[in-house]
Each structure stands twice: as C-alpha cells, then as structure tokens.
C-alpha cells in the first residue's frame, strides 16, 4: 500500500520533478561551482515552481551559510539535493501534521469551500468514495445550489460510491439543504456528512457572509459541527492558491485543504508555500483523474517523491 502510494506521488509530482529538481541538476552540473550566480539560478527555479519567495529567500541564504562554512563538498549536486530535502522537510513538518481525517464524531461533518472552478465536486466525490471504501456511511449535501450542474454531477457521485444525497431545487437556500442534511443524517445513522458549497470569490464579501450562515445553521442542527472545514485549491494556481486559502481561513475557520490538481502541474512547490504560509495541514492531493485518486497527503511521501522519481 505504502509503495503504491509513492508511486502515485511520484507519477503526480512528475511535472514539478521535472521543472525544479531536474532543472536545479542541470544547473549544478552546468555550474559545479556553487558560487553567487549559481545559487541565484537555483533561487529563480524554486520561485518560478511556486515555492514562494519568503521560504525560498530563507532556503538561499541557509545553502549560501553552509557554503561559505568552508566545508569541503565532493559532490555538489548530491549536496544541494540533501540539502533542500531537508529544508522543505522541515518547512512540511511531517511530526507535526494533523493526522489524517480521525471520525471521532458521529455523523463526521466536513463542509466543503472553494472558489469557482477548482474541482469542489470532484473532490467531494472522491472523498465519498474514499470513505465508502472505508466501510464509511456516507451522506452527500448538494449545498451548490447555484449549478444545477453541480447538484447533478453530485447525483451521480452519489450513485456511484453507493452514499445517500440530500438535495433540493436549483436556486434553494444552501443552509437549508445543510439543515436537511445532518438531520437525514442523524435519523440514517451516517458515519460522514460531506456538504458541497456554491464557488464563491474569496474577494466577494456578500458570497463569504453566507459561508458563515451556513456554518452558523449546521452548528444549530448539530452542535459542534461543522467538525471540518475544508478549502479545496486548484494546485495548477500556484501562488495564488496561497492567497485564497488566507483569506477563506479568516472567514471560515478552515482546518485543512485539499490540493486538487497536483499532477496537472510544474507549479507543485505550492504546498511548501502553503505550509510556510498558514498553519494549516494539506490533508489530502488529487492525483489523477480517477474516482480513487484521492490521496492522504504525506509530508514523507511528497519529498521522497519530488526529489527521488
């Protein structure tokens, strides 16, 4: 299981690998010098695979300290590839990651927000059948009730990992269909509750308002809930996807993301620069178009797999 999943990060990071490690090599065997104009060619690849400038500029100058220590190095691009390991480890917190999603509660309600377009209700369904294969009862909210596309593609998610769905008419108010939900929920006996919400702008106040609304009306029908809040970015973003999760943060309260699209893109530095930037934990990365290609985000996995396929 292990194994395949390192696979898996290692097919998903392909386009990373390959537009920033492979690029930092060929820049080190071009430069085995590791001198000024050396070290400025590998801080413009870091930058460019969204790693963000802040941790870059730290990661730079920590790599311009250990040179000028005068330590004698035999092999500058083993050294550097260690080197940044170990920094982006330690940018990741891997011992102080969130576990995985822990159902301690019953039904386990995780709201779902995001902007428009980043694959919400595709992650939504992979998440459905994640927790399906689990053995998980789970219970699906269209809460998009802006796209009757969207309340549709959730029918079919629905359908296909074998969950309940709660829906209402286009149109209809998203706390209700919330509302609906977790009481359908408690008299079913499901395990998890997932609720879709319409994309909004992070920069449209109105939109953000009635994020908290909803939240406001689950925590009625269940106190305590929403027990996660969850920002799904679209990792082919980049830096802006950094943006976006601050300011949801401030609004809802997020407790974690998920990072689709991450093997669309070179642009996978984003979750060092999310790391660095909120503290939040990544809990989960699409990597693949598949209805199991969900996966749990592993700090371990994402640097073996960056820096070792």
Known sequence: MLSRLIDKFKKGLAKTREGMVQKIREVIRLRPKLDEETLEEIEEILIQADVGIDPTLRIIDSLRERIASGEKVED???????????????????????????????PHVI??????????TTSIGKLAQKFANEGKKVL?????????????????????????????Q???DSASVAFDALQAAQSRGSDIVLIDTAGRLHTKVNLM???KKIRRVIDKAL???????????????????????RQFHETCELTGLILAKLDGTAKGGV??????????????????E????????DAENFVRALFEG
């Open 76 to 106: 500058p691009e083993n050294m550097v590839q260690e080197f940044l390991e170990d920094e982006i480890r330690k940018i990741l917190q891997p011992e102080k990651a969130a576990p995985v999603t822990e159902i301690s509660n019953k």
């Open 111 to 120: 709201l779902i927000v995001g902007v428009n377009g980043v694959g919400k």
């Open 140 to 168: 699906l909210a269209a809460g998009d009730t802006f796209r009757a596309a969207a309340i549709e593609q959730l029918d079919i998610w629905a359908t296909r990992t074998g969950s309940d769905i709660v829906k209402h």
């Open 170 to 172: 286009p149109g209809a």
């Open 209 to 211: 308002e009635e994020v």
């Open 223 to 245: 106190p305590g809930a929403p027990h996660e809040t969850l920002l799904v970015l679209d990792a082919t973003t980049g830096q802006n996807a950094v943006t976006q999760a």
């Open 271 to 288: 979750v060092i620069a999310i790391a660095d930037d909120l503290d939040l934990p990544v809990r989960f990365v699409g990597l693949g």
């Open 290 to 297: 598949g209805p199991d290609d969900l996966d749990d985000f």
